[in-house]
């Protein structure tokens, strides 16, 4: 229910304090984003303060879809609090990603679209075995916000482009591979996780990382991720800069399910969120984290009064039977990259976003808790990271996954992770060892 508040739980030890953000239906409400980011500031000041929880209650949910509808109804009475709404979560999502005390996010269930903001800026991120992650925006004609531009954007490859731009789900392990969650471990150990959380005497990030690891499943996988070729396909057909490109990308591969089902996807969403989407997660791999927040920001109040929006919420929650949304134009032939430049990216909003500090990032400060990018591995095999100017670039795969091992401590995932990077990206040569193919 709308009415009902996120509920916070306080568990005082001698040195620890922990936040629970149960989630009773709807953890995004415009109260329940003022009631946690006041306890998050006072927390994160309090030397007594040692590890922050979140986590979603009942089945583990984040968000069901109910702040959507609140905000069309205020959005139709041209109630300011739709507006006020964005203001509160986004300040929540630039504190989170800037808390110095240890936050420790919980996906054991399933996150939609904004509440991911919750979840995906800090440096602990969980997957369990029913976690979900999904950003849906594009098919009830909405728009990325929460910071979900800043996040998708420095995914590996076109990972987030694909994710933005079809509202597919990815769904446990897989969320831990493609660089989402931090940590995958089991459901059925979280109890005794957080207790352990919760007993620790120290803040130190990297004594947290130590502990999160000996929870960890570290059971085999058969695939990291996506399926190879897959993988390999959505490279390939989602770097292409619009629409348009990406589309015929699809129809130069060759013919397969997923292609179909891709495709089939791309021309039913919204072709105006779609080509929107696109800009923006092309413009925020350019951005500090504040500036996609102020960008997300001028882009909402531009969506809050397009037809798209609003029969793409009406059509997906409020229809009995649900029914598939009219948009208005139909096609992607019918909106040109100019029309969308002009009408998104142009002009200025009327309000403008303010945050309640000045602290700003381009990069996550605590990726190395995170498996490792294919950014990454690409600096180690081509020598143009800082770390190899003066002993050169690794050029062979055992000593490129050893060194990708010791440098996150033995973290789970990192050989596997390190091992599938080198399969699709290098070509192995009797001469140079192995070398980065940009083009694979």
């Known amino acids: 229910m709308l009415s009902q508040l996120t509920r916070l739980k306080l568990f005082y030890t001698s040195v620890g304090i922990s936040l629970y953000a149960l989630d009773v239906g709807n953890n995004s409400d415009k109260a329940s984003e003022r009631n946690i980011g006041p306890q998050l500031k006072a927390w994160d000041v309090s030397k007594l303060a040692k590890v922050i929880i979140m986590k979603g209650a009942g089945k583990g949910k984040f968000s069901v879809g109910d702040d959507i509808l609140d905000i069309l109804q205020k959005a139709k009475m041209k109630d300011p609090d739709a507006l ?48 979900i992650f999904a950003v849906p925006e594009v098919g009830i004609g909405a728009f990325l916000n929460s910071g979900s531009s800043f996040f998708l954007s ?38 005794a996780l957080e207790d352990k959380l919760i007993d620790l005497e120290t803040s130190e990030h990297d004594i947290i990382q130590r502990v999160l690891e000996k929870f960890v499943d570290k059971s085999p996988v058969e695939r990291i991720g996506f399926k190879q070729d897959i ?33 089939q996807k791309l021309l039913s969403v919204s072709p105006t969120s779609l080509k929107v989407t696109l800009e923006t997660l092309r413009k925020a791999k350019k951005m500090s984290l504040v500036d996609c927040l102020k960008m997300e920001f001028d882009l909402i109040q531009k969506y809050l009064v397009t037809r798209d929006f609003h029969e793409g919420v009406e059509a997906t929650f409020l229809s009995k039977p649900r029914r598939k949304p009219h948009w208005e134009p139909p096609h992607i032939s019918d909106v040109s990259d100019e029309e969308i430049d002009q009408l998104y990216f142009t002009e200025p909003s009327p309000n403008l976003l303010t945050l309640p500090s000045t602290l700003d990032l381009r990069q996550y ?31 062979e795969k055992d000593e490129i996954i050893s060194w990708f091992k010791n440098g996150h401590k033995g973290k789970w995932g990192v050989e596997e992770k390190v091992q599938d990077i080198i399969n699709r990206k290098t070509v192995a040569t009797e001469e140079e060892g192995l070398v980065w193919n940009p083009h694979l």
């Open 84 to 131: 006020y709404f964005f203001q509160d979560k986004f300040g929540l999502v630039q504190m989170i990603a800037t808390l110095k005390t240890p936050y420790v996010a919980v996906l054991d269930g399933y996150a939609l679209g904004g509440a991911l903001g919750l979840f995906i800026h800090g440096p602990f991120r969980i997957a369990t075995e029913r976690t």
């Open 365 to 395: 400060p605590y990726s190395r808790f995170s498996l490792p990018t294919e950014k990454e591995v690409r600096l180690a095999v081509t020598g143009e990271g800082p770390e190899f100017r003066i002993e050169g670039r690794l050029k």
């Open 154 to 191: 420095r995914l590996d490859g076109e990972v987030g482009t694909y994710l933005g731009l079809t509202g597919n789900r990815l769904e446990g392990i897989d969320t831990f591979f493609t660089g989402i969650a931090t940590h995958y471990i089991p459901s059925s150990r979280l109890a």
């Open 231 to 263: 993988r390999e396909t959505i490279d390939r057909c989602f770097s292409h800069n619009s629409i348009e490109g990406i589309v015929a990308a699809l129809d130069r591969e060759k013919p397969s399910k997923w292609t179909r089902e891709t495709k």
